[in-house]
């Protein structure tokens, strides 16, 4: 699947940005967005949206919901995952805080095939399956939206079944449940750059941060003379600089999420399809050849290299734009966080007729 690329360069910018630091991030998105951004700010004062971020698994859903808050303003705008929804309703029934008042909302709005006492099982795991219902997921769903009443939200995680999108009932349980602006957000990341994330990832053993050797290097380097292979040092001062390790299972990419991200692209397919609800397209990825047109140099994700100075014991880095091919086969490069959520600033400001 590849959308249509977002256009980020503009005539008269010729600033260069550094998009890891948090101040030249904030101007970049003001010279290249400063009316949308200004018009949200005033919308969110007073109004609403529910956007549903679709896309595959890893495909960064999460990072440019929240990104899009820290530039617009966090304040008015929430991001709810699924998968922390069944994580805190979990809590909620092992510690009994806010047992009763999730219970009172399920009694009053859950419409499907589970009583409570059964819903309680599933949740904590000791139902008959593992599995927990469509229903039961739009019920959970519209219990964080009723918490959230004035603000914004950023839906990650649903549909997350084929039944959730074949059969329009569960679509339409959420679709306008609040009275405020709904649309789609469509995410496109090649295969290939989810592959090159996912093998390799590091985290500290410590704090967990996640990192990259390849794709985002912690400050400290080191080098392993017995394998001839660099390695991160974790550059958070509480932990000492540890050593940031693999994930098990890491080491073989999207083979082992393969069947979530067919599934995944089936979804969005007959999303893509669906009439009535406005959509934004984002896309992470631009041909080589048409760089140029679209994107600033410095929205390019680099890609890290090192060499290893035997005498010194020091360890050169060497930085250069990243190349995957792309689902079609194409030599392109993958965008940076920051101009792949300049497309989600403005297109969100047009859906809403700002």
Known sequence: MNLPIFKTKIEGINGKFNLNDPDERREYFLAKAGPEIEKLRNYLKTNTFIAYLLGKKNSGKGTYSKLFMEVVGPEHISHLSIGDIVRDVHKAYESGKGKEELTAFLEKNFRGFHGLEEIENIILGRGTTTLISSELIVALIKYEISKRPKRAIFVDGF???????TYSLFLKELIGYRDDPDFFVFI??????IDERMKNRVICPKCQTPRSLKLAPTAYVGYDEAAKTAYLLCDNPECGKPK????EGDELGIEKIRERLELDDKIMRQLLELKGVPQVLLRNSVPVGKAKEYVDDYEITPAYEYEYDSVSKKVKTIEKPWVVKDDDGVDSYSLLPAPVTLGLIIQTANVLGL
């Open 159 to 165: 549909p997350r079944a084929l039944d959730q999108v």
């Open 188 to 193: 496109d990341v090649p295969e290939a750059v």
């Open 244 to 247: 940031m390790v693999a994930k």
